[in-house]
Every structure is written in C-alpha cells, then in structure tokens.
C-alpha cells in the first residue's frame, strides 16, 4: 500500500528556517519523481518543488527559487523541503507527492504558519 506521511510542519518567524520531511512506503522515492506543492487559504494549489526520479534534476517555483531546496534520502526512503528566509506567502499546508505516469500520489499534508 502506498503511503506518503508528512512531518515538520509548525509555527516559525518570519525569516526563520524549516525543514519538512516526506516519508515515502509501499514505494521506492527514487522511481518516482516526488514534489512538494502547497495550499494557501483561499488559493490555488501550488507546485513549489520538484525532483525527478533516478536522477536529481531539481525544480523550482521562481516563488520559492534560491530559499528552498528539495532532497531525497534513497536508504531512508524520504524526501525532504529545506525552506529558509520564510515569508508570510509560505503559510500554507504543504504536501508530498509522488509521480510517475498517470499515477500521483499525495500525503495528508503538513501546516506551516509564518508569523510576523
């Protein structure tokens, strides 16, 4: 059964750091390329991060480009979102997902609130 849960998610200052986690079962995170979107209230769902399966061509929304950095961790089976500089835009509940072909599959989401 495939299975993505998402952990890190919290309360942090504007400016300040997070690092949220993906762990991935019932698949390999490398045969698939896996994401990180988000849903800010009243918005639209947005992709913020990408990394491709088998190799680690990255992807970035230009939002997001040069604070976040996505990374895959193969023997642990998770995928990471390193996100720094965190502006009030980046509250939101964030989600992994996986990708290969028609299939997609999410996890339930985490919720970061930036605070000023």
């Known amino acids: 059964q495939v299975q993505l849960v998402e952990s890190g998610g919290g309360l942090v200052q504007l400016g300040g750091s997070l690092r949220l986690s993906c762990a991935a079962s019932?698949?390999?995170?490398?045969?698939?390329?896996m994401r990180w979107s988000r849903q800010a209230p009243g918005k639209e769902r947005e992709l913020v991060a990408g990394?491709?399966?088998?190799?680690?061509?990255?992807t970035y929304a230009d939002s997001v480009k040069g604070r976040f950095t996505i990374s895959r961790d193969n023997a642990k089976n998770t995928v990471d979102l390193q996100m720094n500089n965190l502006r009030p835009e980046g509250t939101a509940v964030y989600y992994c997902?996986?990708?290969?072909?028609?299939?997609?599959?999410w996890g339930q989401g985490t919720q970061v609130t930036v605070s000023s």
């Open positions: 997902h996986a990708v290969r072909g028609v299939l997609d599959y």
């Open positions: 019932g698949f390999t995170v490398n045969s698939y390329t």
């Open positions: 990394i491709n399966s088998y190799v680690n061509v990255r």
